[in-house]
């Protein structure tokens, strides 16, 4: 069965810091997956995804994440947190091929310290 | 973009009542609609999935009956909390698959209370 596990459900850094978000993954098949991020009440943005080539994938606000097959892992980062990305971030995975459901991990709730 | 508009996105009701939540796809033709509920600081459970013009695949533990999905058009998912009741209180998302390879967007969410 596919699974996501996001290590750590709370990570505080102060600003300008480097942002690392883990993400692990359970795949019989080759995964695609994804970073989201959620503001209090509100729905998911996209932050980026992997599907096929490069492992290093860039996404919006500064934000990366490298594929790493042998690690089964799929982790977030960021140079130098702000303030503004003070959220919750989800790791996701399809399920049943492109139009299948996303599966997620619990999520990390990222603090940014002034 | 594709863009998926979620309504209302606060709902307090009465126990008892029922309440509807409408997902919309403003740009592109959502032909499978997944509606999530999300408690407190927990992550986004699958509810169901919506194919248009067929019955809605409900997962295990889900009941039909209590949130009934409808999804009429290729424009429009409605997710009815049916006699809710207090612990029917969360935040609910809808997802559309864009059309586009492994291309997913997100209603806003809706936060329903019942009191």
């Known amino acids: 069965a596919q699974s996501v596990t996001q290590l750590g459900s709370h990570v505080s850094v102060s600003e300008g810091a480097l942002v690392l978000l883990r993400c692990n993954y359970s795949?019989?098949?080759?995964?695609?997956l994804f970073w989201y991020v959620q503001y209090p009440n509100q729905g998911l943005q996209l932050l980026l995804k992997?599907?096929?080539?490069?492992?290093l994938v860039k996404g919006i606000n500064g934000f990366e994440a490298e594929f790493k097959k042998s690690e089964t892992s799929f982790h977030l980062t960021k140079p130098s947190a702000h303030m503004s990305d003070a959220a919750e971030y989800f790791c996701?995975?399809?399920?049943?091929?492109?139009?299948?459901?996303?599966?997620f991990g619990k999520g990390t709730k990222l603090s940014v310290k002034p | 973009g594709a863009v998926v508009s979620q309504h209302p996105s606060r709902v307090i009701c009465k126990s008892g009542t029922s309440v509807k939540i409408e997902c919309r796809s403003l740009?592109?033709?959502?032909?499978?609609m997944f509606w999530y509920r999300q408690f407190p600081k927990q992550s986004l459970m699958l509810m169901a999935t919506?194919?248009?013009?067929?019955?809605?695949?409900?997962e295990q533990g889900v009941e039909k009956d209590k949130f009934l999905i409808n999804h009429a058009s290729l424009t429009l998912s409605t997710l009815t909390v049916t006699s809710a009741h207090p612990e029917d209180s969360s935040f609910y998302i809808c997802?559309?698959?864009?059309?586009?390879?492994?291309?997913?967007?997100f209603g806003s969410g809706t936060r329903l209370t019942v009191v």
């Open positions: 997802s559309a698959s864009t059309g586009q390879y492994y291309g997913y967007t």
């Open positions: 795949s019989s098949v080759p995964p695609y």
């Open positions: 992997y599907t096929t080539g490069a492992t």
């Open positions: 996701a995975l399809p399920t049943g091929g492109s139009q299948g459901n996303l599966i």
């Open positions: 740009d592109f033709q959502a032909t499978t």
């Open positions: 919506s194919n248009e013009g067929s019955k809605a695949t409900y």
